[in-house]
């Protein structure tokens, strides 16, 4: 094993490969994460996954609602070297300033595009062909540091959050051991980011969670997977949420139908106009319920189906 003092910096499912694949071949002497939070219905205080792998091997865990309050207690650990990954707080200077190799950061978008907190989430939702994992130096600017490496994949039509997070995840888990060797001997150069190129991907908003039918279809469709599995597009029936995680594009078009009117019961989907054409929901959460296909909620029910026809989701 390596003896390189490592800090990992993250929180969220995305950044467990990481954090793995480094407790196996380096020396992590702490980890930093979000706090605890309620979560569900029930308002139950959940582990972050993360800190649920540092106490599974024994490493000590912080959990600074404010990081630059709890700087002694991160430095106490006189790192070497930090990584983070989706941690959700940008360094401050005394911290990026203290290890011998410095910061650096693992992000999920080919920098300098969709800088921030949801690239992947609005690499689909913006309809790109392809994102990939960007290893950076971290600077107090977010995601503004110079390029160490980059790795590309292509963003299939069928992607969703879930695949392409799952993808990226395992690539920078990969990544991350495949580089460190070179960087820790200084054989790594870097190169600065072209900031005319800079786009950003800030966190998903309420907003964007909202299906609006008066887009395109291929809009729609876009945005509903780029939701997919978390945390789920949305529109109104009758003044009642109803979530929508899964569709596919219909080729019809009904010129008679008002956007968002519910144009035809398919065996497996929910037709609905759209500016352009039709999108076929198949997937959903009523209000109240569990998520499910279309053709479980209607199994046969044909009151229900006729009640749905002409129907608007605003």
Not at 85 to 97: F, H, R, S, T, V
């Given at each position: 094993?390596?003896?390189?003092?490592?800090?990992?910096?993250?929180?969220?499912?995305f950044?467990?490969?990481?954090l793995?694949?480094l407790?196996?071949?380096?020396?992590?002497?702490?980890?930093?994460?979000?706090?605890?939070?309620?979560?569900?219905?029930?308002?139950?205080?959940?582990k972050?996954p993360?800190?649920?792998?540092?106490?599974?091997?024994?490493?000590?865990?912080?959990?600074?609602?404010?990081?630059?309050?709890?700087?002694e207690?991160?430095l106490?650990?006189?790192?070497?070297l930090i990584?983070?990954c989706?941690?959700g707080?940008?360094l401050?200077?005394?911290?990026?300033?203290?290890?011998?190799?410095?910061?650096i950061n693992?992000?999920?978008?080919?920098?300098?595009?969709?800088?921030?907190?949801?690239?992947?989430h609005?690499?689909?939702?913006?309809?790109?062909?392809?994102?990939?994992?960007?290893?950076m130096?971290?600077v107090?600017k977010m995601?503004?540091?110079d390029?160490l490496?980059?790795?590309?994949?292509?963003?299939?039509?069928?992607?969703?959050?879930g695949s392409?997070e799952?993808?990226?995840?395992?690539?920078?888990?990969?990544?991350?051991?495949?580089?460190?060797?070179s960087?820790?001997?200084?054989?790594?150069?870097?190169?600065?980011?072209?900031?005319?190129?800079?786009?950003y991907?800030?966190?998903?908003?309420r907003?964007?969670?909202h299906?609006?039918?008066t887009?395109?279809?291929?809009?729609i469709?876009?945005?509903?997977?780029?939701?997919?599995?978390?945390?789920?597009?949305?529109?109104?029936?009758?003044?009642?949420?109803?979530?929508?995680?899964?569709?596919?594009?219909s080729?019809?078009?009904?010129t008679?139908?008002?956007?968002?009117?519910?144009?035809?019961?398919?065996k497996?989907?929910?037709?609905?106009?759209?500016?352009?054409?039709e999108?076929?929901?198949?997937?959903i959460?009523?209000?109240?319920?569990?998520?499910?296909l279309v053709?479980?909620?209607?199994?046969?029910?044909?009151?229900?189906?006729?009640?749905?026809?002409?129907k608007?989701?605003?």
């Amino acid at each position: 094993m390596n003896k390189c003092r490592i800090v990992f910096m993250g929180t969220p499912e995305f950044s467990v490969p990481v954090l793995k694949e480094l407790i196996k071949h380096y020396q992590v002497v702490g980890v930093v994460c979000q706090p605890d939070k309620l979560t569900g219905r029930k308002k139950i205080l959940t582990k972050p996954p993360v800190k649920l792998v540092a106490e599974e091997n024994n490493i000590p865990v912080c959990q600074p609602v404010r990081l630059k309050n709890e700087l002694e207690a991160i430095l106490k650990w006189k790192p070497d070297l930090i990584i983070t990954c989706a941690y959700g707080q940008i360094l401050p200077k005394e911290l990026l300033d203290y290890p011998k190799y410095g910061c650096i950061n693992i992000h999920a978008s080919l920098l300098p595009k969709l800088r921030g907190g949801a690239p992947i989430h609005k690499a689909i939702m913006h309809n790109y062909a392809k994102t990939g994992i960007t290893i950076m130096y971290m600077v107090e600017k977010m995601d503004a540091g110079d390029i160490l490496y980059q790795k590309e994949t292509i963003i299939s039509p069928n992607d969703t959050y879930g695949s392409l997070e799952e993808r990226l995840s395992k690539m920078g888990a990969s990544l991350i051991i495949e580089i460190l060797p070179s960087f820790l001997k200084g054989q790594v150069s870097s190169i600065k980011q072209n900031e005319e190129e800079v786009t950003y991907a800030y966190n998903v908003t309420r907003e964007d969670e909202h299906i609006d039918f008066t887009q395109r279809t291929l809009d729609i469709y876009n945005q509903i997977r780029a939701l997919d599995p978390k945390p789920g597009g949305f529109a109104l029936l009758d003044g009642k949420v109803v979530k929508i995680f899964a569709s596919k594009i219909s080729d019809s078009f009904f010129t008679q139908r008002q956007m968002g009117e519910i144009s035809r019961i398919y065996k497996d989907g929910i037709g609905v106009n759209t500016k352009d054409g039709e999108i076929i929901i198949t997937e959903i959460q009523p209000d109240g319920k569990k998520r499910m296909l279309v053709k479980d909620y209607l199994n046969g029910n044909h009151e229900k189906t006729k009640e749905l026809l002409g129907k608007v989701l605003k």
